[in-house]
């Protein structure tokens, strides 16, 4: 029995199960179209959740019972985190995982302690991962905490804002680097504007930029070579954030000649709130060729703000799972659980059971989306509608070698369209065959 999540490592079961603390439907070594399946998932545990979110809300203090914890900003009491975090890891057989350098260490009363706190904390969190095997799926640098960045770090007015957060960025690329992280993630929490009044955009976007190419060139001098993602959210905290959804993020990275480095990382709380469904942005970024990670959880229709909770929708994992086997799999991303446990969830073992919850929902998505695939018939309804375009002259449009003038001469020939269902009710109960 684990001391601090009182329950013993979690194993697959099978659907025909009762017990809670097993996985009925994830079964890691257990090939989906000829690969495992903790290789099509790459399950990451977030740090910042699983370890430092104490379940506060807006109208109340925290509830998480977190008795390993003594509430200090000693390096020690971060170091034991490191260790009853890696029992977390074990219990779940999660192999990745993802952090914020302040969460991980405290931020104290100048740059260079915390950056030795930080290192402190990093020569464990190496040890821990040479033990493991666990592997560090991406870091990234809190830059929205502090009230130092309450007018944006790299969109900050302030040239010292801009420069402090440049060397916060800079230490945590290289401790993601000393980890061996697959990647390091931009989340702009404070990066946009509460009101346009006082702000000007041009020049905060062209900083921000700025800052994203000072980014590439170090991860270049420091041999660094995962990609950089951008994780897109509209607004909260701010009124508008300059990296709103994937469509706002990758022409924002054209613009300023930053495609090469950079993937997306789509969450589902920040798709809903941008007004998409995860789908959605999942299928902008891969049309792209640049979806790199999924922070996976959900919001609450019900509730205005990103709730963060862990994803319990079959529909929507087979959705994201449709898109990520389309795309070929993750190649250096995963499934980073950025979801934390309801205020009245206050108990260790509950942060147990939210993932098993998480983990199930996804292999389920999985076998679901490997199915529907391997049946074909949505696939080729798809394929079918456009297949017109299969003939001669649908060839020479798609190739660009069509005009006008040939697009009227076939309307004036061949008269009014007949239009074929888009059978949408059809295909959702084609869908529904499968869940
Ligand atoms: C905030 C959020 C972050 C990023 C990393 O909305 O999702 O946790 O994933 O900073
Ligand atoms: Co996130």
Same mark, same amino acid.
């Given at each position: 029995m684990n001391k601090h999540f009182s329950c013993e490592k979690i194993r697959y079961e099978g659907p025909t199960s009762k017990n809670p603390l097993a996985f009925k439907h994830y079964d890691a070594d257990a090939l989906i179209d000829g690969k495992p399946m903790k290789e099509h998932l790459r399950f990451a545990g977030a740090y910042w959740h699983v370890m430092r979110n104490a379940l506060s809300d807006p109208f109340g203090v925290g509830t998480a019972h977190m008795p390993w914890d003594d509430g200090s900003d000693s390096v020690e009491n971060a170091l034991r985190r490191v260790d009853v975090f890696f029992e977390f890891? #074990?219990?779940?057989? &999660?192999?990745?995982?993802?952090?914020? #350098?302040? #969460?991980?260490?405290?931020?104290?009363?100048?740059?260079?302690?915390?950056?030795?706190?930080?290192?402190?904390?990093?020569a464990r969190l190496k040890e821990k991962q040479a033990e493991t095997g666990v592997k560090l799926l991406w870091g990234t640098a809190c830059l929205f905490n502090h009230p130092r960045y309450a007018q944006g770090a790299s969109t900050s007015p302030?040239?010292?804002?801009?420069?402090?957060?440049?060397?916060?960025?800079?230490?945590? &690329?290289?401790? !993601?680097?000393?980890l061996d992280g697959r990647g390091y993630t931009f989340w702009g929490g404070r990066e946009g504007y509460a009101t346009l009044l006082n702000t000007d955009m041009k020049r905060e976007m062209d900083h921000m930029a700025a800052f994203l190419h000072m980014a590439v060139d170090h991860a270049k001098k420091i041999g660094f070579d995962g990609p950089f993602y951008i994780e897109p959210k509209p607004r909260e905290p701010t009124t508008h954030q300059y990296d709103s959804d994937a469509a706002a993020c990758l022409n924002f990275l054209r613009e300023y000649g930053l495609m090469d480095? *950079?993937?997306?990382?789509?969450? !589902?709380?920040?798709?809903?709130?941008?007004?998409?469904?995860?789908?959605?942005?999942?299928?902008?970024?891969?049309?792209?060729?640049?979806?790199g990670s999924i922070d996976a959880n959900r919001g609450d229709p019900l509730i205005g703000w990103d709730t963060d909770q862990f994803p319990t929708d079959i529909y929507q994992t087979t959705q994201v799972m449709?898109?990520?086997?389309? &795309?070929g799999g *993750? !190649?250096?991303?995963g499934l980073n659980f950025d979801a934390?446990?309801?205020?009245?969830?206050?108990?260790?073992?509950?942060?147990?059971?939210?993932?098993?919850?998480?983990?199930?929902?996804?292999?389920?998505?999985?076998k679901i989306a490997d199915a529907i695939r391997r049946d074909g018939r949505l696939a080729e309804i798809v394929q079918?509608?456009?297949?017109? *375009?299969? #003939?001669?002259?649908?060839?020479?449009?798609e190739s660009g070698q069509c005009s006008f003038d040939e697009?009227?001469? *076939?309307?004036?020939?061949?008269?009014?369209?007949?239009?074929?269902?888009?059978r949408q009710e059809m295909l959702e109960n084609l869908i529904n065959e499968f869940i």
């Open positions: 890891l #074990d219990i779940l057989g &999660m192999e990745y995982y993802c952090w914020h #350098d302040r #969460d991980i260490a405290p931020e104290l009363g100048d740059l260079s302690a915390s950056n030795k706190a930080l290192d402190a904390v990093v302030d040239l010292n804002v801009y420069a402090y957060a440049a060397a916060q960025v800079k230490k945590a &690329m290289e401790c !993601t680097k000393e480095k *950079f993937r997306l990382n789509i969450e !589902t709380n920040h798709a809903t709130l941008a007004g998409h469904s995860m789908e959605h942005e999942l299928t902008v970024a891969a049309n792209a060729g640049m979806l449709l898109v990520v086997l389309g &795309m *993750f !190649t250096t991303g934390k446990r309801r205020r009245e969830s206050h108990e260790p073992l509950d942060l147990i059971h939210a993932h098993i919850g998480g983990m199930d929902t996804f292999a389920r998505g999985l079918q509608r456009y297949a017109g *375009f299969g #003939d001669e002259l649908g060839k020479k449009i697009l009227e001469r *076939f309307a004036l020939a061949n008269g009014e369209p007949a239009l074929d269902s888009g």
